[in-house]
């Protein structure tokens, strides 16, 4: 079946450096891929989005490509800040169901 | 903007007890789902509805019902709570159709069962 695998962490970066969450997934047909963020005692929310190969989602300096020849969809900032200290779920949707399928989260903590 | 309600962020609950997490959205969306969120186990599925009255067992539905008698509102029920049933608790909600449909998530309920 489908199936999201990323990098479980934790990822401990310090303030201004460069950040990438690897994010692979395996599906039957052509699903949409998303990048979901959870902060501290809260549910998640959608941080952005790709629906086909090639589009890039971007959001808040967040940026992902949607990889079909490697089915990846990396997760990539150029600088991060202390607030961005988070899990982030990576997760497609299936493409005739209604459901989603997670990664298992990735927590980042970033240091100032 | 979308909003999606649960009743309480945190709920202690002694064995045996019979719980219900209540979740409520304002978007006139057609699909509700609950999860449990644990560490190192990630989001899983407990129970998905696509419409009112209407509902599908996901991952784990084991302990646990739920009941969708309006379009807004969708509540998870456990009937006999258990300690192993302590977790985090996430309603969401999607429009129905393309894939390309965004999930939205409600804040959480920290459920501590003793």
């Known amino acids: 079946g489908n199936s999201v695998t990323q990098m479980e962490g934790p990822v401990t970066l310090s303030e201004e450096a460069f950040l990438t969450i690897n994010c692979t997934y395996t599906a039957t047909g052509y699903p949409s891929l998303f990048w979901y963020v959870q902060y501290p005692g809260e549910g998640l929310q959608l941080l952005l989005k790709?629906?086909?190969?090639?589009d890039k989602g971007s959001n808040k300096g967040f940026e992902a490509t949607y990889r079909k020849e490697t089915t990846s969809f990396h997760l990539e900032k150029g600088s991060v800040q202390v607030s961005d200290s988070a899990v982030y779920f990576c997760?497609?949707?299936?493409?005739?169901?209604?459901?989603?399928?997670f990664g298992p989260g990735t927590r980042l903590s970033v240091l100032p | 903007d979308v909003k999606v309600t649960q009743s309480s962020r945190y709920l202690v609950k002694r064995t045996g007890e019979k719980v219900f997490l209540e979740c409520v959205q304002d978007?006139?969306?057609?699909?509700m789902f609950w999860y449990r969120q644990d560490p190192g186990l990630g989001l899983r599925l407990i129970y998905f509805?696509?419409?009112?009255?209407?509902?599908e067992k996901g991952d784990i539905p084991e302990g646990y019902s739920v009941s969708r008698e309006k379009k807004e509102r969708f509540s998870l029920i456990l009937e006999s709570a258990s300690t192993n049933q302590t977790s985090m608790y996430l309603c969401?909600?999607?429009?129905?159709?393309?894939?390309?449909?965004?999930?939205?998530f409600g804040p959480g309920t920290r459920l501590l069962v003793l």
């Open positions: 509805s696509y419409d009112v009255k209407m509902k």
């Open positions: 790709a629906t086909k190969a090639d």
């Open positions: 997760a497609l949707s299936e493409d005739y169901g209604q459901n989603f399928v």
């Open positions: 978007m006139d969306h057609e699909n």
């Open positions: 969401a909600t999607k429009r129905a159709g393309l894939n390309r449909e965004t999930q939205y």
